[in-house]
């Protein structure tokens, strides 16, 4: 299904779309989520909006620049927007995502992935490349199963006691405070943990970093 939005631009400097950002609306149902998205006086806008039912709507084509990821960078570069496709899932955020919504994300990544060459490591959520500005597609996010599928990149044990914030520097999360940088982290590596970093957060995150490393020498 397509529902034009008019929230779009040219890509800047030419560039091509190299990520995926994955967002929750934020909103109760798909009309509104939709009625947003296309609101030109919103100034928003996604590539994709898959509903709970797992129905799929085009609303920007995806060689134009979306207005979804807003202020943030990943892996040292800024105007995320420009380098991305981004995909909203009708989700109010407080709630796990339904099946029939994952089967069809599923099915979106991998052709979207295939369409612009994007590997695995370079889907990610909205709060990775905006800590402590945005928490979407938060904790409920089942970043373990598009991993299994070949569609982003988990890691599936611990590994070393690094320091946490070089691994996240070099998974590609952006300067920030040290606990929204901590908070990011864990609403896509460790949902549902809080308080001051531990040893668990430094391992977790060295083998995602070990994990990310082994999917960019294999491309």
């Known amino acids: 299904m397509t529902h034009p939005s008019p ?5 800047r400097g030419g560039a091509r779309p190299s990520l995926i950002v994955i967002h929750y609306t934020g909103m109760s149902d798909g009309p509104s989520a939709r009625a947003r ?10 590539h994709w909006l898959i509903d709970e039912d797992g129905t799929a709507e ?20 800024d105007d995320v927007n420009s380098r991305s496709i981004g995909i909203e899932l009708v989700n109010p955020g407080n709630r796990p995502f339904a099946a029939a919504q994952m089967d069809a994300l ?22 990775d490349m ?12 089942d970043w373990a199963r598009l991993a299994r599928q070949g569609l982003a ?36 590596f460790r949902p549902g943990e809080t308080g001051p970093e531990t040893e668990a957060d430094r391992r977790v995150a060295s083998a995602a970093v070990a994990a990310f490393g082994e999917i960019t020498d294999s491309a």
């Open 106 to 127: 599923e099915t979106l990544l991998a052709g979207i992935m295939s369409r612009w060459s994007i590997g695995p490591e370079a889907v990610i959520g909205h709060s």
């Open 58 to 77: 085009a609303l920007v084509p995806e060689d134009r620049r979306a207005w979804h990821a807003g202020a943030g960078s990943w892996q040292g570069k």
């Open 37 to 46: 998205l296309c609101d030109p006086q919103a100034e928003v806008s996604a």
């Open 130 to 141: 905006a800590p402590g500005r945005k928490f979407d597609p938060g904790p409920r996010f």
């Open 153 to 188: 990149v988990h890691p599936g044990a611990a590994g070393e006691d690094m320091a946490l914030g070089d691994s996240l520097a070099a998974l590609g999360y952006p300067e920030a405070e040290e606990n929204d940088r901590l908070s990011a982290f864990r609403l896509r």
């Open 7 to 11: 929230n779009h631009g040219e890509r």
